[in-house]
């Protein structure tokens, strides 16, 4: 992350929807990985592969780390930054900060402050995406999906015979996953259980990392496409500009780790095409 970058205060969740998300999220991260480089892998690969296996898992899984503890601590609000006085225009007045607010951004009730570019509220980040941290966002989801669907397939290699073949009672395991484990409460149900979550969470990914690439590749907000997406269509000036737009000028660079610098071709503050990221908000 460059030296422009502006990190949140205050990181914790304020509501226990986005708390109780959060600390799923952080205990179901390395509870897969765990269960993917020490039970799955060793039974499927050879010694060779598995310690590659483990390499990649590693790298993997820091990276998803990375950009989800990213999206938390880096500030994408107006706070903090010198705003007008007076309303120019494209600006509105936000009633709740009592201020100005630039084009594009709106005010989120969890978070209570207006959001430059606000994409939506993730409850399992217990803050806003917007402008800032849109990037490690979507890496975030990309790597999550990528990932997922890999494990997908190696662990449907792995669970076979813990569920004795496909049957109506492996599905019945695999699709009440929760309910089977306090049933029988067995390593094999356990694995039964982390098969199962990995599955839906690969599902679940790939539904988001769809919707997700279609509003970046037009670059719309959430809020826009559902409010007024005739209107923000001004702001789409053609996939490889609004791939910037979103991950930054160093866009093909972002997968590799969220340190790695890319910076924006706007402030958040002027979205006249082409402004300059070097064009910094003053802060107070």
Same mark, same amino acid.
């Given at each position: 992350?460059?030296?422009?970058?502006?990190?949140? #205060?205050?990181?914790?969740?304020?509501?226990?929807?986005?708390?109780?998300?959060?600390?799923?999220?952080?205990?179901?991260?390395?509870?897969?990985?765990?269960?993917?480089?020490?039970?799955?892998?060793?039974?499927?690969?050879?010694?060779?592969?598995?310690?590659? +296996?483990?390499?990649?898992?590693?790298?993997?899984? /820091?990276?998803?780390?990375?950009?989800?503890?990213? $999206?938390?601590?880096?500030?994408?609000? *107006?706070? =903090?930054?010198?705003?007008?006085?007076?309303?120019?225009?494209?600006? +509105?007045?936000?009633?709740?900060?009592?201020? @100005?607010?630039?084009?594009?951004?709106? +005010?989120?009730? @969890?978070?209570?402050?207006?959001?430059?570019?606000?994409?939506?509220?993730?409850?399992?980040?217990?803050?806003?995406?917007?402008?800032?941290?849109?990037?490690?966002?979507?890496?975030?989801?990309?790597?999550?999906?990528?990932?997922?669907?890999?494990?997908?397939?190696?662990?449907?290699?792995? $669970?076979?015979?813990?569920? =004795?073949?496909?049957?109506?009672?492996?599905?019945?395991?695999?699709?009440?996953?929760?309910?089977?484990?306090?049933?029988?409460?067995?390593?094999? *149900?356990?694995?039964?259980?982390?098969?199962?979550?990995?599955? $839906?969470?690969?599902?679940?990914?790939?539904?988001?990392?769809?919707?997700?690439?279609?509003?970046?590749? *037009?670059? $719309? *907000?959430?809020?826009?496409?559902?409010?007024?997406? #005739?209107?923000?269509?001004?702001?789409? /000036?053609?996939?490889? +500009?609004?791939?910037?737009?979103?991950? =930054?000028?160093?866009?093909?660079?972002?997968?590799?780790?969220? @340190?790695?610098?890319?910076?924006?071709?706007?402030?958040?503050?002027?979205?006249?095409?082409?402004?300059?990221?070097?064009? #910094?908000?003053?802060?107070?």
């Amino acid at each position: 992350m460059g030296h422009s970058v502006r990190f949140r #205060r205050k990181v914790m969740p304020r509501s226990l929807a986005d708390l109780s998300a959060m600390v799923f999220m952080s205990f179901a991260i390395p509870a897969v990985y765990w269960f993917e480089v020490y039970i799955v892998a060793p039974t499927i690969y050879s010694q060779t592969l598995n310690f590659l +296996h483990t390499i990649l898992g590693t790298y993997i899984v /820091l990276n998803i780390i990375g950009n989800f503890v990213a $999206i938390i601590v880096v500030d994408t609000s *107006t706070q =903090g930054l010198l705003l007008p006085a007076q309303v120019p225009q494209g600006w +509105h007045v936000c009633a709740n900060c009592e201020s @100005t607010a630039p084009p594009r951004s709106r +005010h989120c009730p @969890t978070c209570n402050v207006c959001i430059m570019k606000k994409e939506h509220h993730c409850v399992f980040a217990g803050c806003c995406v917007g402008l800032a941290n849109h990037r490690y966002f979507y890496m975030f989801l990309f790597l999550m999906w990528g990932s997922t669907l890999y494990c997908s397939f190696l662990n449907a290699c792995f $669970i076979w015979p813990y569920v =004795g073949g496909f049957n109506a009672w492996a599905a019945v395991r695999l699709l009440l996953p929760g309910v089977w484990l306090l049933w029988d409460p067995s390593l094999a *149900t356990l694995y039964s259980f982390l098969f199962s979550i990995n599955v $839906i969470g690969c599902l679940f990914m790939s539904v988001l990392v769809y919707y997700y690439t279609g509003l970046m590749l *037009t670059n $719309i *907000t959430t809020n826009e496409n559902n409010t007024n997406a #005739r209107k923000a269509q001004k702001y789409n /000036l053609g996939s490889s +500009h609004n791939i910037k737009v979103s991950l =930054g000028e160093r866009w093909y660079l972002t997968w590799v780790f969220p @340190t790695l610098e890319s910076p924006l071709p706007y402030d958040g503050l002027d979205w006249t095409p082409q402004v300059v990221s070097s064009t #910094r908000p003053k802060t107070k």
